[in-house]
Protein backbone atom coordinates (compact mmCIF):
# COMPACT_ATOMS: atom_id res chain seq x y z
CA UNK A 1 0.00 0.00 0.00
CA UNK A 2 1.74 3.21 -1.23
CA UNK A 3 0.96 6.20 1.14
CA UNK A 4 -1.17 9.24 -0.21
CA UNK A 5 1.33 12.12 -1.63
CA UNK A 6 0.14 15.63 -0.20
CA UNK A 7 -0.51 17.49 -3.36
CA UNK A 8 2.10 20.47 -4.13
CA UNK A 9 1.19 24.09 -2.81
CA UNK A 10 1.94 26.54 -5.65
CA UNK A 11 2.13 29.91 -4.88
CA UNK A 12 -0.28 31.83 -7.03
CA UNK A 13 1.84 34.44 -9.29
CA UNK A 14 0.90 37.62 -10.34
CA UNK A 15 1.89 37.88 -13.99
CA UNK A 16 -0.05 40.72 -14.60
CA UNK A 17 2.16 43.82 -15.96
CA UNK A 18 0.99 46.13 -12.86
CA UNK A 19 2.56 43.30 -10.77
CA UNK A 20 5.29 44.77 -8.27
CA UNK A 21 4.05 48.77 -8.73
CA UNK A 22 2.82 49.84 -5.66
CA UNK A 23 0.97 52.90 -6.34
CA UNK A 24 -2.31 53.10 -5.80
CA UNK A 25 -4.89 55.26 -4.40
CA UNK A 26 -2.65 58.30 -5.98
CA UNK A 27 -2.04 56.57 -9.65
CA UNK A 28 -3.77 54.08 -11.64
CA UNK A 29 -0.93 52.24 -13.73
CA UNK A 30 -1.44 52.59 -17.70
CA UNK A 31 1.53 50.21 -19.16
CA UNK A 32 5.54 50.12 -18.25
CA UNK A 33 7.90 51.99 -20.75
CA UNK A 34 11.12 51.59 -20.30
CA UNK A 35 13.65 50.48 -17.59
CA UNK A 36 17.59 51.38 -16.64
CA UNK A 37 20.40 49.81 -14.86
CA UNK A 38 18.54 50.32 -11.32
CA UNK A 39 15.14 51.19 -12.10
CA UNK A 40 11.91 50.81 -14.28
CA UNK A 41 9.30 53.64 -15.44
CA UNK A 42 5.39 52.97 -15.82
CA UNK A 43 3.26 55.34 -17.78
CA UNK A 44 0.79 56.45 -14.97
CA UNK A 45 -2.78 58.85 -14.52
CA UNK A 46 -2.63 60.92 -11.28
CA UNK A 47 -6.67 59.92 -10.46
CA UNK A 48 -6.84 63.43 -8.69
CA UNK A 49 -6.40 65.67 -11.60
CA UNK A 50 -6.60 62.78 -14.51
CA UNK A 51 -2.91 63.85 -16.01
CA UNK A 52 -0.62 61.24 -17.43
CA UNK A 53 2.69 61.11 -15.40
CA UNK A 54 5.65 59.17 -15.60
CA UNK A 55 7.04 57.08 -12.43
CA UNK A 56 10.29 55.58 -12.42
CA UNK A 57 10.82 53.20 -9.41
CA UNK A 58 13.79 52.05 -7.91
CA UNK A 59 13.41 48.45 -5.73
CA UNK A 60 15.63 47.49 -2.64
CA UNK A 61 17.20 50.68 -2.79
CA UNK A 62 19.38 50.00 0.72
CA UNK A 63 20.77 47.15 -0.97
CA UNK A 64 24.00 48.91 -1.33
CA UNK A 65 25.38 52.33 -0.92
CA UNK A 66 26.59 53.14 -4.27
CA UNK A 67 23.05 52.46 -5.18
CA UNK A 68 20.97 53.98 -3.03
CA UNK A 69 22.88 57.38 -2.71
CA UNK A 70 22.83 57.35 -6.51
CA UNK A 71 18.93 56.95 -6.40
CA UNK A 72 18.63 59.75 -3.31
CA UNK A 73 20.53 61.93 -5.83
CA UNK A 74 18.81 61.71 -8.66
CA UNK A 75 15.87 62.28 -6.32
CA UNK A 76 17.49 65.67 -4.62
CA UNK A 77 18.82 67.28 -8.16
CA UNK A 78 14.62 66.39 -9.91
CA UNK A 79 13.53 68.39 -7.06
CA UNK A 80 16.04 71.05 -7.19
CA UNK A 81 16.51 71.75 -10.93
CA UNK A 82 13.03 73.87 -12.32
CA UNK A 83 13.51 74.42 -16.16
CA UNK A 84 11.00 74.10 -18.89
CA UNK A 85 13.29 71.79 -20.75
CA UNK A 86 13.82 69.26 -18.39
CA UNK A 87 11.84 66.88 -16.75
CA UNK A 88 10.02 68.16 -13.29
CA UNK A 89 9.71 65.86 -10.72
CA UNK A 90 6.05 66.35 -9.44
CA UNK A 91 5.89 63.60 -6.29
CA UNK A 92 8.08 60.83 -4.16
CA UNK A 93 7.29 58.27 -1.57
CA UNK A 94 8.42 54.46 -0.35
CA UNK A 95 6.56 51.52 -0.35
CA UNK A 96 7.33 48.36 1.22
CA UNK A 97 9.89 50.09 3.30
CA UNK A 98 12.56 49.77 0.45
CA UNK A 99 10.93 50.55 -2.99
CA UNK A 100 11.65 54.03 -4.12
CA UNK A 101 9.01 55.59 -6.36
CA UNK A 102 9.30 59.05 -8.30
CA UNK A 103 6.88 60.46 -10.18
CA UNK A 104 7.61 63.16 -13.04
CA UNK A 105 6.04 64.60 -16.04
CA UNK A 106 5.70 62.32 -19.09
CA UNK A 107 6.87 63.00 -22.99
CA UNK A 108 5.66 61.30 -25.92
CA UNK A 109 9.19 60.12 -27.20
CA UNK A 110 12.99 60.13 -26.55
CA UNK A 111 15.31 60.82 -29.53
CA UNK A 112 16.55 57.73 -29.87
CA UNK A 113 12.79 55.83 -30.57
CA UNK A 114 11.79 59.08 -33.22
CA UNK A 115 15.04 58.60 -34.87
CA UNK A 116 13.88 55.05 -36.25
CA UNK A 117 10.49 56.07 -37.49
CA UNK A 118 10.95 59.98 -38.17
CA UNK A 119 12.66 62.98 -40.82
CA UNK A 120 12.99 65.87 -39.68
CA UNK A 121 13.59 69.53 -41.41
CA UNK A 122 16.79 71.86 -41.13
CA UNK A 123 14.32 74.21 -38.67
CA UNK A 124 13.34 71.30 -36.45
CA UNK A 125 16.91 70.06 -36.09
CA UNK A 126 17.96 73.86 -34.88
CA UNK A 127 14.96 73.70 -32.47
CA UNK A 128 16.05 70.80 -31.19
CA UNK A 129 18.95 71.51 -30.50
CA UNK A 130 19.04 75.13 -29.36
CA UNK A 131 16.18 73.87 -26.37
CA UNK A 132 18.63 70.78 -25.35
CA UNK A 133 21.61 73.40 -25.18
CA UNK A 134 19.39 75.51 -23.20
CA UNK A 135 18.85 72.72 -20.70
CA UNK A 136 22.88 72.05 -20.58
CA UNK A 137 23.55 75.70 -20.33
CA UNK A 138 21.34 75.45 -16.99
CA UNK A 139 22.42 72.66 -15.46
CA UNK A 140 26.02 73.46 -15.66
CA UNK A 141 25.65 76.71 -14.36
CA UNK A 142 24.64 74.95 -11.14
CA UNK A 143 27.52 73.15 -11.08
CA UNK A 144 26.15 69.64 -12.50
CA UNK A 145 27.42 67.16 -14.52
CA UNK A 146 24.87 64.72 -16.39
CA UNK A 147 27.11 62.37 -17.75
CA UNK A 148 24.87 60.35 -19.76
CA UNK A 149 23.73 62.72 -22.31
CA UNK A 150 22.70 60.83 -25.60
CA UNK A 151 19.28 60.45 -27.46
CA UNK A 152 17.38 57.63 -24.99
CA UNK A 153 17.45 61.06 -22.66
CA UNK A 154 16.17 63.25 -24.18
CA UNK A 155 12.46 63.52 -24.70
CA UNK A 156 10.42 65.26 -27.39
CA UNK A 157 7.18 66.49 -28.05
CA UNK A 158 5.43 66.91 -31.21
CA UNK A 159 6.01 70.95 -30.99
CA UNK A 160 9.82 69.95 -30.72
CA UNK A 161 9.67 71.08 -27.03
CA UNK A 162 12.44 68.29 -25.55
CA UNK A 163 12.95 67.58 -21.94
CA UNK A 164 16.13 66.12 -20.54
CA UNK A 165 16.10 63.47 -18.35
CA UNK A 166 17.55 60.49 -16.16
CA UNK A 167 19.73 62.03 -14.33
CA UNK A 168 20.70 58.95 -12.54
CA UNK A 169 24.53 58.88 -13.32
CA UNK A 170 24.47 62.69 -12.71
CA UNK A 171 27.27 64.48 -10.09
CA UNK A 172 27.52 67.69 -9.05
CA UNK A 173 31.22 69.14 -8.42
CA UNK A 174 32.75 71.70 -6.47
CA UNK A 175 34.71 72.99 -8.66
CA UNK A 176 33.04 76.02 -8.95
CA UNK A 177 30.92 77.99 -11.46
CA UNK A 178 32.87 78.69 -14.52
CA UNK A 179 30.04 79.85 -15.97
CA UNK A 180 29.95 84.51 -16.24
CA UNK A 181 26.34 85.09 -15.44
CA UNK A 182 26.34 88.84 -14.89
CA UNK A 183 24.37 89.31 -18.16
CA UNK A 184 22.23 85.94 -17.68
CA UNK A 185 18.26 86.02 -16.29
CA UNK A 186 18.02 84.40 -13.43
CA UNK A 187 15.73 81.60 -13.31
CA UNK A 188 12.29 82.51 -10.78
CA UNK A 189 12.01 79.51 -8.41
CA UNK A 190 8.31 80.83 -6.85
CA UNK A 191 5.41 79.59 -7.77
CA UNK A 192 3.93 76.68 -9.94
CA UNK A 193 1.65 78.96 -12.32
CA UNK A 194 4.98 80.97 -12.94
CA UNK A 195 6.77 78.55 -13.89
CA UNK A 196 3.85 76.75 -15.90
CA UNK A 197 3.51 80.15 -17.76
CA UNK A 198 7.27 79.79 -18.46
CA UNK A 199 7.04 76.77 -19.81
CA UNK A 200 4.55 77.37 -22.54
CA UNK A 201 5.70 80.37 -23.81
CA UNK A 202 9.33 80.87 -22.91
CA UNK A 203 10.59 80.15 -26.55
CA UNK A 204 8.52 81.90 -29.52
CA UNK A 205 9.89 80.00 -32.90
CA UNK A 206 9.83 82.43 -35.63
CA UNK A 207 6.89 81.91 -37.95
CA UNK A 208 8.94 80.60 -40.77
CA UNK A 209 10.09 77.19 -38.94
CA UNK A 210 7.15 74.74 -38.44
CA UNK A 211 8.19 72.62 -35.83
CA UNK A 212 5.78 70.01 -35.45
CA UNK A 213 5.66 66.24 -36.61
CA UNK A 214 3.64 63.92 -36.25
CA UNK A 215 4.45 60.36 -35.04
CA UNK A 216 2.96 57.65 -33.74
CA UNK A 217 5.35 54.36 -32.60
CA UNK A 218 2.06 52.03 -32.70
CA UNK A 219 1.62 52.77 -36.10
CA UNK A 220 5.36 52.37 -37.76
CA UNK A 221 5.90 50.18 -40.49
CA UNK A 222 7.68 46.68 -39.82
CA UNK A 223 10.24 45.91 -41.79
CA UNK A 224 10.89 42.54 -42.97
CA UNK A 225 13.91 41.14 -41.67
CA UNK A 226 15.98 40.42 -45.78
CA UNK A 227 14.82 44.85 -46.00
CA UNK A 228 17.39 45.28 -43.02
CA UNK A 229 21.01 46.04 -43.88
CA UNK A 230 23.92 44.20 -42.51
CA UNK A 231 25.05 47.14 -40.82
CA UNK A 232 21.70 47.75 -39.02
CA UNK A 233 21.44 44.58 -37.37
CA UNK A 234 25.01 44.96 -36.24
CA UNK A 235 24.05 48.10 -34.79
CA UNK A 236 21.18 46.60 -32.82
CA UNK A 237 22.88 44.01 -31.42
CA UNK A 238 25.12 45.95 -30.00
CA UNK A 239 23.51 47.13 -27.64
CA UNK A 240 23.82 44.13 -25.66
CA UNK A 241 27.67 45.04 -24.81
CA UNK A 242 26.13 48.40 -23.96
CA UNK A 243 24.28 46.75 -21.12
CA UNK A 244 27.14 45.63 -19.75
CA UNK A 245 28.97 48.92 -20.29
CA UNK A 246 25.93 50.20 -17.67
CA UNK A 247 26.42 47.34 -14.94
CA UNK A 248 30.66 48.39 -15.24
CA UNK A 249 29.49 52.30 -14.58
CA UNK A 250 27.53 51.09 -11.29
CA UNK A 251 30.78 49.27 -9.82
CA UNK A 252 32.57 52.59 -9.18
CA UNK A 253 30.22 56.03 -8.33
CA UNK A 254 33.44 57.51 -6.65
CA UNK A 255 37.28 56.52 -5.70
CA UNK A 256 38.29 56.82 -2.01
CA UNK A 257 40.21 60.49 -2.62
CA UNK A 258 36.54 61.69 -3.49
CA UNK A 259 37.55 62.01 -7.29
CA UNK A 260 35.15 61.53 -10.17
CA UNK A 261 34.82 57.90 -11.55
CA UNK A 262 35.74 57.06 -14.96
CA UNK A 263 33.00 54.83 -15.18
CA UNK A 264 30.02 56.89 -17.02
CA UNK A 265 28.39 57.52 -19.99
CA UNK A 266 27.17 55.16 -22.31
CA UNK A 267 29.82 53.64 -24.71
CA UNK A 268 28.87 55.04 -28.27
CA UNK A 269 28.60 58.29 -26.52
CA UNK A 270 31.18 58.34 -24.29
CA UNK A 271 33.85 61.37 -25.07
CA UNK A 272 37.87 60.55 -25.53
CA UNK A 273 38.80 61.84 -21.71
CA UNK A 274 36.85 59.08 -20.05
CA UNK A 275 37.55 56.38 -22.42
CA UNK A 276 41.31 57.26 -21.76
CA UNK A 277 40.74 56.76 -17.78
CA UNK A 278 41.82 60.50 -16.99
CA UNK A 279 40.79 61.12 -13.31
CA UNK A 280 39.59 64.84 -13.97
CA UNK A 281 36.70 66.03 -15.98
CA UNK A 282 34.28 68.16 -16.15
CA UNK A 283 31.03 70.00 -17.98
CA UNK A 284 32.97 69.11 -21.75
CA UNK A 285 32.08 65.58 -21.19
CA UNK A 286 28.62 66.82 -21.70
CA UNK A 287 29.25 68.85 -25.02
CA UNK A 288 30.48 65.87 -26.42
CA UNK A 289 27.51 63.98 -25.78
CA UNK A 290 25.63 66.86 -27.44
CA UNK A 291 27.82 66.66 -30.62
CA UNK A 292 26.92 63.30 -31.01
CA UNK A 293 23.14 63.94 -30.48
CA UNK A 294 23.11 67.04 -33.20
CA UNK A 295 25.20 64.18 -35.39
CA UNK A 296 21.98 61.98 -35.28
CA UNK A 297 20.02 65.04 -35.54
CA UNK A 298 21.03 66.26 -38.83
CA UNK A 299 20.92 62.27 -39.86
CA UNK A 300 17.65 62.59 -39.82
CA UNK A 301 17.28 64.86 -42.48
CA UNK A 302 15.83 63.09 -45.55
CA UNK A 303 18.80 64.48 -47.76
CA UNK A 304 21.72 63.75 -45.74
CA UNK A 305 20.43 59.92 -44.92
CA UNK A 306 17.11 58.72 -47.16
CA UNK A 307 17.29 55.64 -45.95
CA UNK A 308 15.60 55.57 -41.81
CA UNK A 309 17.12 51.77 -41.79
CA UNK A 310 20.64 53.18 -42.27
CA UNK A 311 20.66 55.65 -39.64
CA UNK A 312 23.92 55.35 -37.03
CA UNK A 313 25.67 56.80 -33.86
CA UNK A 314 28.02 58.68 -34.59
CA UNK A 315 30.49 56.71 -32.95
CA UNK A 316 28.96 53.06 -32.94
CA UNK A 317 31.87 51.06 -31.11
CA UNK A 318 31.54 47.60 -30.28
CA UNK A 319 33.65 47.60 -27.19
CA UNK A 320 35.72 50.50 -25.22
CA UNK A 321 38.99 49.00 -23.77
CA UNK A 322 39.49 48.84 -20.52
CA UNK A 323 35.65 49.06 -19.64
CA UNK A 324 34.52 46.23 -22.17
CA UNK A 325 37.25 44.92 -23.91
CA UNK A 326 37.01 41.86 -26.62
CA UNK A 327 36.50 38.83 -25.50
CA UNK A 328 38.62 37.66 -28.59
CA UNK A 329 41.46 35.92 -27.31
CA UNK A 330 43.70 35.55 -30.52
CA UNK A 331 43.73 39.88 -30.29
CA UNK A 332 47.14 40.44 -28.01
CA UNK A 333 46.76 44.45 -28.31
CA UNK A 334 45.70 45.02 -25.45
CA UNK A 335 42.72 42.99 -26.69
CA UNK A 336 41.62 46.42 -28.50
CA UNK A 337 39.61 45.28 -32.19
CA UNK A 338 39.47 47.93 -34.92
CA UNK A 339 36.17 48.26 -33.70
CA UNK A 340 37.22 49.65 -30.33
CA UNK A 341 35.29 52.60 -29.22
CA UNK A 342 38.47 54.76 -29.13
CA UNK A 343 39.58 53.27 -32.56
CA UNK A 344 35.67 54.36 -34.47
CA UNK A 345 36.50 58.22 -33.22
CA UNK A 346 40.26 58.48 -34.26
CA UNK A 347 38.71 56.87 -37.42
CA UNK A 348 36.87 60.34 -37.84
CA UNK A 349 39.56 62.41 -36.78
CA UNK A 350 42.04 61.23 -38.34
CA UNK A 351 46.31 62.18 -37.14
CA UNK A 352 46.07 63.44 -33.44
CA UNK A 353 47.88 66.46 -33.13
CA UNK A 354 50.27 66.54 -30.12
CA UNK A 355 48.14 69.60 -29.23
CA UNK A 356 45.35 67.19 -28.99
CA UNK A 357 46.82 64.97 -26.06
CA UNK A 358 47.59 67.83 -23.90
CA UNK A 359 44.75 66.74 -21.39
CA UNK A 360 46.01 63.37 -20.96
CA UNK A 361 48.03 62.92 -17.47
CA UNK A 362 48.22 59.08 -17.37
CA UNK A 363 51.32 57.23 -18.66
CA UNK A 364 48.83 54.11 -19.06
CA UNK A 365 46.45 56.60 -21.34
CA UNK A 366 49.48 57.75 -23.37
CA UNK A 367 50.44 54.09 -23.69
CA UNK A 368 47.00 52.98 -24.95
CA UNK A 369 47.06 56.17 -27.72
CA UNK A 370 50.21 54.67 -29.04
CA UNK A 371 48.77 50.91 -29.91
CA UNK A 372 45.53 52.69 -31.73
CA UNK A 373 46.27 53.51 -35.18
CA UNK A 374 45.83 56.89 -35.57
CA UNK A 375 46.98 57.48 -39.19
CA UNK A 376 43.81 56.93 -40.68
CA UNK A 377 42.13 60.02 -43.20
CA UNK A 378 40.28 62.78 -41.35
CA UNK A 379 36.49 62.05 -42.32
CA UNK A 380 34.82 65.23 -43.53
CA UNK A 381 31.49 65.75 -41.84
CA UNK A 382 30.13 68.37 -44.66
CA UNK A 383 30.41 64.63 -47.04
CA UNK A 384 28.30 62.69 -44.66
CA UNK A 385 25.70 65.60 -44.03
CA UNK A 386 25.64 67.03 -47.75
CA UNK A 387 22.24 69.08 -46.40
CA UNK A 388 24.43 70.79 -43.60
CA UNK A 389 25.43 74.41 -43.85
CA UNK A 390 29.28 75.48 -43.06
CA UNK A 391 27.53 76.55 -39.70
CA UNK A 392 26.26 73.53 -38.80
CA UNK A 393 29.64 71.71 -39.52
CA UNK A 394 31.69 74.57 -37.84
CA UNK A 395 29.46 73.68 -34.43
CA UNK A 396 29.77 70.17 -34.83
CA UNK A 397 33.21 70.20 -35.16
CA UNK A 398 33.64 72.17 -32.02
CA UNK A 399 31.20 70.17 -29.70
CA UNK A 400 33.54 67.24 -31.27
CA UNK A 401 36.64 68.29 -30.55
CA UNK A 402 39.05 65.71 -29.15
CA UNK A 403 40.74 67.96 -26.35
CA UNK A 404 38.10 68.69 -23.45
CA UNK A 405 39.86 72.11 -23.44
CA UNK A 406 39.09 73.43 -26.83
CA UNK A 407 35.57 71.90 -26.48
CA UNK A 408 32.84 74.80 -26.81
CA UNK A 409 30.87 75.41 -23.90
CA UNK A 410 26.56 75.50 -23.64
CA UNK A 411 26.79 79.06 -23.35
CA UNK A 412 29.28 79.68 -26.06
CA UNK A 413 27.21 77.18 -28.42
CA UNK A 414 23.85 79.16 -27.93
CA UNK A 415 25.43 82.22 -29.51
CA UNK A 416 26.63 80.35 -32.17
CA UNK A 417 25.40 81.54 -35.79
CA UNK A 418 23.77 78.05 -36.37
CA UNK A 419 20.93 79.29 -34.01
CA UNK A 420 20.89 83.25 -35.31
CA UNK A 421 17.08 82.60 -36.46
CA UNK A 422 15.83 80.32 -33.22
CA UNK A 423 17.75 82.14 -30.35
CA UNK A 424 15.23 83.85 -27.48
CA UNK A 425 18.16 85.67 -25.18
CA UNK A 426 15.32 85.07 -22.30
CA UNK A 427 15.44 81.62 -22.25
CA UNK A 428 19.17 81.70 -21.84
CA UNK A 429 18.47 81.46 -18.01
CA UNK A 430 21.01 80.07 -14.99
CA UNK A 431 20.32 78.53 -11.75
CA UNK A 432 20.46 81.22 -8.62
CA UNK A 433 23.26 79.22 -7.26
CA UNK A 434 25.14 76.05 -7.18
CA UNK A 435 23.25 73.15 -6.06
CA UNK A 436 24.17 71.42 -2.75
CA UNK A 437 23.17 68.21 -2.34
CA UNK A 438 22.24 66.24 1.19
CA UNK A 439 23.75 62.77 -0.67
CA UNK A 440 26.83 64.57 -1.32
CA UNK A 441 28.26 65.23 2.66
CA UNK A 442 30.35 63.48 4.40
CA UNK A 443 28.21 63.19 7.78
CA UNK A 444 27.80 59.65 9.05
CA UNK A 445 24.77 58.45 8.65
CA UNK A 446 22.55 55.34 7.92
CA UNK A 447 21.15 55.06 4.36
CA UNK A 448 17.48 55.35 5.94
CA UNK A 449 18.85 58.29 7.58
CA UNK A 450 20.12 59.83 4.55
CA UNK A 451 16.92 58.60 2.72
CA UNK A 452 14.41 60.35 4.99
CA UNK A 453 16.59 63.34 4.90
CA UNK A 454 16.11 63.30 1.36
CA UNK A 455 12.54 63.01 1.06
CA UNK A 456 11.98 65.43 4.02
CA UNK A 457 14.10 68.06 1.97
CA UNK A 458 12.35 68.04 -1.23
CA UNK A 459 8.78 67.12 0.13
CA UNK A 460 9.12 70.29 2.25
CA UNK A 461 10.86 72.17 -0.64
CA UNK A 462 7.51 71.52 -2.90
CA UNK A 463 4.93 72.41 -0.43
CA UNK A 464 6.98 75.72 0.13
Known amino acids: ?23 QPKYKFIRRIGYGSHGSVCEAICTKTQSRVAIKRFRSIFSGTIKCKRILREVELLFAMKHPFITRAYDVFMRQRSDLYIVMEKGNIDLASLRKVEFLVDSQVKVIMYRSLLALYYIHSGGIIHRDIKPDNILINADCTI ?44 KTVHCKFEVNLLKAPKKKREDITEKTIAFFDSKRKEQRDLLLMSSNECSKDGQL ?39 MIKENQPIIENRMPLFPGNSCFPLSPST ?7 LVTPKDQLNIILSSFGEIANEDLSFLKGYQAEKHMQILSNTKKKVNFAKRFPAADSDAIDLLNKLLAFNPAHRITAKEALVHPYFDKVRC ?38 QK
Open 1 to 23: MTAKTKPLKIPPINISPSAGWDI
Open 425 to 462: KDAEIVMERPIKLITDSKSDISLKGLANSVLMSVLNSK
Open 261 to 299: TVHVATRWYRPPEIILMEKEYDYSMDMWGAGCVFAELLE
Open 328 to 334: DPNNTEA
Open 163 to 206: KLCDFGLSRTTMVGNSYDTSSATDLSLEDDESFREMSEGIIETP
